[in-house]
């Protein structure tokens, strides 16, 4: 069984169904129609689909807190309780939505994960199709903690393989 995971980095748009099947597709952040379920980790993108319920498709994942975010702004919970496919680790330094969807796979029991759109494991580059619904951070913060960060990332990627020698992890460019 095969799974994909589609991140937010530019090299997304290789994803092709025209050309591989898969069996479980999950996205990260931003919807992609294609995806069975999505990790949405960002309060941002919750308030963002909460205006444009239309964008996600299928089930989400989220972290604990961003759930409480969602509470706190007086979401409804109900609809989104209909949607939720769980409750997945707390955003922690260099854990992204990316990360947290490949470990779904994994537990789903995918023994092969092909990944779109992680331009940082190839190169320091944090460009997001995220961009296209919220704003960027503050720039000067932004360009000062880019290379922590995907370094960072690139060191979960590690140990995720790492941990999973049994599974076959392929960073498609």
Same mark, same amino acid.
């Given at each position: 069984?095969?799974?994909?995971?589609?991140?937010?980095?530019?090299?997304?748009?290789?994803?092709?169904?025209?050309?591989?099947?898969?069996?479980?597709?999950?996205?990260? =952040?931003?919807?992609?129609?294609?995806? &069975?379920?999505?990790?949405?980790?960002?309060?941002?993108?919750? $308030?963002? *689909?909460?205006?444009?319920? &239309?964008?996600?498709?299928?089930?989400?994942?989220?972290?604990?807190?961003?759930?409480?975010?969602?509470?706190?702004?007086?979401?409804?919970?109900?609809?989104?309780?209909?949607?939720?496919?769980?409750?997945?680790?707390?955003?922690?330094?260099?854990?992204?939505?990316?990360?947290?969807?490949?470990?779904?796979?994994?537990?789903?029991?995918?023994?092969?994960?092909?990944?779109?759109?992680?331009?940082?494991?190839? $190169?320091?580059?944090? $460009?997001?199709?995220?961009?296209?619904?919220?704003?960027?951070? $503050?720039?000067?913060? *932004?360009?000062?903690?880019?290379?922590?960060?995907?370094?960072? *990332?690139? =060191?979960? *990627?590690?140990?995720?393989?790492? =941990? &999973?020698?049994?599974?076959?992890? =392929?960073?498609?460019?």
């Amino acid at each position: 069984m095969i799974a994909a995971v589609v991140c937010n980095g530019p090299s997304k748009v290789q994803f092709d169904l025209a050309t591989t099947q898969y069996h479980y597709i999950i996205g990260c =952040n931003v919807p992609h129609p294609k995806c &069975h379920e999505t990790v949405i980790l960002d309060f941002k993108m919750i $308030e963002v *689909w909460d205006k444009a319920k &239309h964008l996600v498709n299928g089930r989400f994942y989220t972290c604990p807190d961003t759930w409480r975010m969602m509470t706190d702004a007086s979401l409804d919970l109900l609809w989104y309780s209909e949607r939720l496919a769980g409750i997945v680790e707390s955003q922690k330094d260099f854990h992204s939505s990316g990360h947290n969807a490949a470990e779904i796979c994994i537990a789903k029991g995918y023994k092969v994960i092909d990944i779109y759109g992680c331009d940082s494991y190839f $190169e320091y580059s944090m $460009e997001s199709s995220t961009l296209q619904y919220v704003d960027r951070p $503050e720039t000067t913060n *932004w360009q000062l903690r880019m290379p922590a960060k995907v370094k960072g *990332w690139r =060191n979960r *990627w590690k140990q995720l393989t790492l =941990n &999973h020698p049994d599974v076959t992890i =392929n960073f498609i460019r």
